[in-house]
């Protein structure tokens, strides 16, 4: 399975391991005592600095508990419910609880490698691999969606001038698809199933549009289509349910 990462989360992690100057060491696993990040699976699947003391949550300080983690998105107890969370760490991590460890190199790999916003890891039971590339992430809904439907709906109402009414999503360009992502985000018809508790899923800053911390512009093609369908989907069951009042 693959877990995202934000990014500017793991390299707190990572800044706080290599300033730390005693390091934590996992259990019977000595090589493990030098700078690096631990690899989680328990309440969820994270990452976090080995520095010792352990990076703590901001208001927790003074306290024993309250360690800060990098939490994957898929995993994250603090955003999900408990069946989302912990089916997709069962499916990631495994059913067991855990440690890995992640070296300084490998970490420092990772973000060199990688152009984006987000960091992505391929994990399963027995391994994991971190990759490199551009990322952009996708919450689990729009990526069901890519699996599992074709990119046939039509448009049933234009919402910019000059996209015609019954186009096929499949045939827009990616001027367009970006254009009529715009004008339902502006209508007001994005929010509905898209708004995080951080309310941070879609922010406008300037004349950009924004999807979780990444330009809609650097989006792939596919992504637009899956994410044009699923708001035309959320606008339509928004105002069946506004004519049925």
């Known amino acids: 399975m693959q877990l995202t990462f934000i990014r500017s989360e793991v390299e707190q992690q990572i800044v706080h391991a290599r300033r730390s100057t005693k390091h934590k060491v996992i259990f019977d696993r000595p090589e493990t005592d030098k700078p690096g990040l631990w690899l989680g699976g328990d309440q969820g699947v994270y990452l976090m600095s080995n520095g010792d003391p352990s990076l703590r949550e901001p208001h927790e300080i003074e306290a024993e508990s309250g360690s800060l983690m990098a939490y994957a998105e898929e995993c994250n107890p603090r955003k999900l419910s408990f069946n989302e969370w912990r089916d997709n ?23 060199e490698g990688t152009t984006g916003s987000f960091l992505l890891m391929d994990i399963s039971e027995d391994s994991f691999a971190l990759l490199t590339g551009q990322t952009v992430f996708l919450p689990g809904s729009l990526r069901r969606a890519m699996e ?30 970006i254009r009529q992502i715009a004008a339902l985000h502006l209508s007001g018809h994005v929010t509905p199933g898209f708004t995080s508790r951080q309310n941070t899923t879609f922010l406008q800053r300037g004349n950009q549009l924004w999807f979780h911390q990444v330009p809609v512009t650097d989006m792939t093609e596919e992504d637009l289509m899956v994410m044009l369908m699923t708001l035309l989907e959320k606008r339509d069951e928004r105002q069946t349910v506004t004519a049925g009042r």
């Open 148 to 177: 599992e439907r074709d990119y046939d709906l039509r448009l049933q109402k234009a919402q910019v001038t000059g996209i015609k009414a019954g186009l096929m999503v499949k045939d827009m360009s990616r001027h367009d698809l």
């Open 89 to 111: 760490k069962d499916a990631s991590y495994g059913g067991s609880d855990g440690t890995d460890f992640i070296s300084m190199e490998e970490a420092m790999n990772w973000l």
